[in-house]
């Protein structure tokens, strides 16, 4: 495996990618790991999820630098990224043993209750844009919940993949809780299978998550897939536009636009669609891009030039099928993975930039006749990850909200991952949920537990009473 820098096109380091033995004595000593973690107490694993959010803080700008050097993060972007995974550890680290404590429910029963148990080894199968929070989003509620986690990353962070398990070791975990392997992507189905792996989760492409179900679904084994977005901003009338274009330009851009819940489509009303798109057209051309490592740059290279020649074509395409290109959508010269920021204006169903995920910095304007208009427009994608509405009416927003097919609808802000919220999405775009409390009930047994009550032990009682009865007298 390679990690080539995506600045400057060249092989910074290799690795050596475990053979098939290797994987299956590490998988054996995971199991091995989960039969005592299990039994360790919320007490002893929160203790050491914090000291994991310590570590993170300590090595954060050595973090940083690693994200710019595989996949082209800009530094303060890879720094908040480092925040936010310090920030999950210490959530789950607080709120594990309350999201799981056992739940009375009032039956027939002398007792019943519902209780949370781990399930064992937990395979995540994660991507390179976000390196290091999607395996902690994963891994902080796994590990809290009794589970042990083993990671397949994306081959182009191998660094990152091999740190991640540094820094449970470096936090006192024990040997074996979380474990990276270094295998293609043509190893996953042989460890999907593996029987000690109990369940899987994936952060990815449609297409992977398709196959990671599939193989899933015949052994029988849960999985948690989030996938692709082409996430509509729905822009209505009475807009605050500042806030409309603000947020929609900030959205479009996050992580260099490749983020499954950065703004794809931007839906806006015929009666502020030219001003919008005026307004967005020259807020995009005076984002600066390069060097993820420069301060004054506001986004970087894509993370790999295949990526960025994909883009290319999706654009090119667009404009041959009737968008209009107002900014950017052409290549750079010179050595590095960049794509200039741009803006497509004029973009209806059918064209590419409508259909197809765009996963760069390609904004796509789409002009609606009305809110009911704006509305089908969004629901017509086969994915279903986020969702905006910029109204300055809370009621409309609310109704309108509950018709947009997505995992989530945010209000006059941009789509995010929150800690504390659940996070998923619908359609092509997955199923299952990450974060909050939904997050870590997904990879626990979620077990009934039901003592009835025996005869004998009310006659026992009945003894009891008579002879203290008698005492007494």
């Known amino acids: 495996m390679e990690s080539v820098n995506p600045h400057t096109g060249a092989r910074s380091r290799s690795w050596d990618t475990h053979s098939e033995e290797e994987v299956d004595g590490k998988l054996a000593a995971a199991d091995g790991a989960w039969k005592a973690w299990r039994a360790t107490s919320f007490a002893e694993r929160g203790k050491l999820m914090h000291a994991a959010a310590a570590v993170l803080r300590r090595r954060s700008d050595e973090l940083a630098a690693l994200m710019a050097d595989e996949m082209g993060k800009v530094l303060r972007d890879g720094k908040a990224e480092v925040e936010k995974c310090a920030g999950c550890c210490d959530y789950y680290a607080d709120h594990a043993q309350e999201f799981l404590a056992n739940r009375s429910i009032d039956t027939d029963a002398a007792d019943s209750h519902v209780a949370f148990d781990p399930l064992g080894v937990?395979?995540?199968?994660?991507?390179?844009?976000?390196?290091?929070?999607?395996?902690?989003?994963?891994?902080?509620?796994?590990?809290?919940?009794?589970?042990?986690?083993v990671l397949k990353h994306a081959s182009n962070v191998s660094g990152c993949a091999v740190v991640i398990e540094e820094i449970f070791s470096e936090a006192g975990f024990p040997k074996g809780v979380f474990t990276t392997l270094l295998v293609e992507s043509k190893g996953i189905e042989r460890i999907i299978r593996h029987p000690l792996i109990k369940a899987v989760t994936l952060t990815g492409s449609t297409p992977a998550g398709r196959s990671v179900a599939g193989i899933a679904g015949s052994e029988l084994k849960k999985s948690v897939l989030e996938l692709g977005g082409s996430d509509p901003y729905l822009v209505l009338e009475d807009a605050d536009m500042d806030v409309a274009v603000d947020t929609c330009v900030k959205s479009r851009l996050i992580n260099g636009g490749q983020s499954c819940i950065a703004a794809k489509r931007f839906i806006v009303v015929d009666a502020l669609y030219e001003e919008f798109t005026r307004r967005y057209a020259d807020a995009f051309r005076k984002i600066r891009y390069g060097d993820p490592r420069d301060a004054n740059?506001?986004?970087?290279?894509?993370?790999?030039?295949?990526?960025?020649?994909?883009?290319?074509?999706?654009?090119?395409?667009?404009?041959?099928?009737?968008?209009?290109?107002?900014?950017?959508?052409?290549?750079?010269?010179?050595?590095?993975?960049?794509?200039?920021?741009?803006?497509?204006?004029?973009?209806?169903?059918?064209?590419?930039?409508?259909?197809?995920?765009?996963?760069?910095?390609?904004?796509?304007?789409?002009?609606?006749?009305?809110?009911?208009?704006?509305?089908?427009?969004?629901?017509?994608?086969?994915?279903?990850?986020?969702?905006?509405?910029?109204?300055?009416?809370?009621?409309?927003?609310?109704?309108?909200?509950?018709r947009i097919e997505s995992g989530s609808v945010f209000i006059n802000a941009l789509v995010k991952s929150d800690v504390r919220l659940p996070f998923g999405g619908v359609k092509h775009s997955g199923y299952g949920r990450e974060l909050s409390w939904f997050g870590i009930h997904e990879f626990v047994n979620i077990k009934t537990v039901y003592h009835a009550a025996l005869k004998e032990q009310g006659k026992a009682k009945g003894e009891q009473a008579g002879q203290a009865g008698r005492a007494m007298e």
């Open 122 to 149: 937990i395979l995540a199968v994660m991507p390179w844009n976000f390196p290091l929070w999607q395996v902690f989003r994963f891994a902080a509620p796994s590990l809290m919940a009794g589970n042990v986690g």
């Open 297 to 402: 740059v506001d986004i970087g290279p894509m993370a790999r030039a295949d990526l960025r020649d994909g883009i290319h074509e999706q654009v090119q395409a667009s404009v041959r099928e009737g968008a209009r290109l107002l900014v950017g959508g052409e290549l750079p010269q010179g050595p590095g993975a960049y794509y200039p920021p741009t803006v497509l204006a004029d973009v209806k169903p059918g064209m590419t930039a409508f259909d197809d995920e765009i996963f760069g910095p390609v904004a796509a304007l789409i002009r609606a006749k009305d809110e009911d208009d704006a509305i089908e427009l969004a629901n017509r994608s086969p994915f279903g990850l986020g969702a905006a509405i910029f109204t300055r009416d809370k009621e409309r927003a609310e109704r309108l909200a509950r």
